[in-house]
């Protein structure tokens, strides 16, 4: 084997030891905002704990140690000093825990995502607004590389010259193209549509929402974004805050909103229809509105809205509906019981509790595993 094949064998290996201990971690990392922060273009990085290689390490000669020298039954091997008390006595020379932070790609990271949590695939629908580039072979030219060489259009050229010299002999019919005799084929690049999507994402940002509740949703969304990306050559996504009365927003309003006050769900809802009957066709786009909140509705006549808004409006129009529900010390928690009531059995709405931080791997288990 050559020096660079053991390299490039090595690092293989590597990467296979990496991807093994993100997929090990993965729930762990999917409770982390400091992840989305360190989130690039289109790399983020992750870190695991320092891979070193194994290897033996000898003592000094004769310096004693388990099972060398003297000692009875019971003595105290050390380690932990008098009392069992670790962490005693002079300062050391020895390394400390360390890690290192790997540069991952979204698209494996969302591979990565997709394989742990045994996510299937998404069958997109629509067919416009986004846009693939096809090459199309349209021609024949008299340039270019040899593999997009025209074998018959350059026979016949060689022909017709070789019978325009009266050099072709039909005894001994041996055609000879020169270089002036190769045709080329010659292509154009054209435009495909793509399948297309939006997610459309709706925040409770009312009293009762507070700011690890909103960070709940800040890490979920993250994770959804990364996933959806990875189905769709291209995906929008638009933002919708609500208290009292709802209004769209840019991502970094949406993350970062401090705002309070009482709570009318079906202000979030009237806006995300009208942004979907406005902008996202049902023929052309794959429309995914996820809602979250703490479940504390203003009054039931307002939930008795919200419920006509999504049978009528909303979830005929949308791919799948998914409400979080972001568990809060003030929060009563209703409204997913009123959406189980009024849609059991519907396979388009997805409802998730999310009672912490460590509830988010499965809520997006719970969003994502049907694929939406």
Known sequence: MTKHNKINQDHRRFKQIVRGKIKQNLREYMTQGELTGKQGKKIVKIPIPRIDIPRFKYGSKESGGTGQGDGEVGDSMGGEGEEGQGGQGPAGNQEGEHSLEVDVSMEELAELMGEELELPRIE???????????EKYTGIRTIGPESLRHFKRTYKEALKRQISLDSYDPDNPIIIPIREDKRFRSYKET??????????????????????????????????????????????????????????????????????????????????????????????????????????????????????????????????????????????????????????????????????????????????????
């Not at 997109?124 to 096809?134: A, F, V």
Request: a negative charge; charged letters at 30%.
């Open 124 to 134: 997109p629908r629509g067919t416009k607004r986004l846009e693939t580039i096809r």
């Open 191 to 372: 435009s495909l549509p793509q399948s297309n999507a939006v997610i459309i994402y709706m925040m409770d940002v009312s009293g009762s929402m507070g700011e690890e509740q909103k960070e709940i949703v800040r890490i979920e969304s993250f994770w959804l974004d990364t996933w959806l990306q990875s189905q769709y050559k291209g995906l929008e996504s638009r933002f919708i805050i609500h208290d009292a009365s709802a209004r769209e927003v840019d991502r970094e309003t949406f993350f970062h909103t401090r705002e309070s006050g009482g709570t009318m769900i079906s202000s979030a809802y009237k806006l995300a229809l009208n942004i979907i009957e406005e902008d996202y066709p049902l023929e052309d786009w794959n429309v995914y509105p996820f809602h979250f909140s703490d479940g504390d509705n203003w009054s039931s006549d307002d939930t008795t809205q919200c419920m006509s808004i999504l049978r009528d409006g909303i979830i005929p129009r949308s791919n799948m509906f998914c409400y979080g529900q972001v568990e809060s010390p003030y929060g009563s928690g209703q409204f997913i019981k009123d959406l189980r009531e009024a849609f059991e059995g519907t396979e388009e709405v997805v409802l998730s509790e999310i009672k912490d931080r460590d509830a988010i791997y499965d809520s997006i288990k719970e969003f994502l595993g049907k694929g939406l």
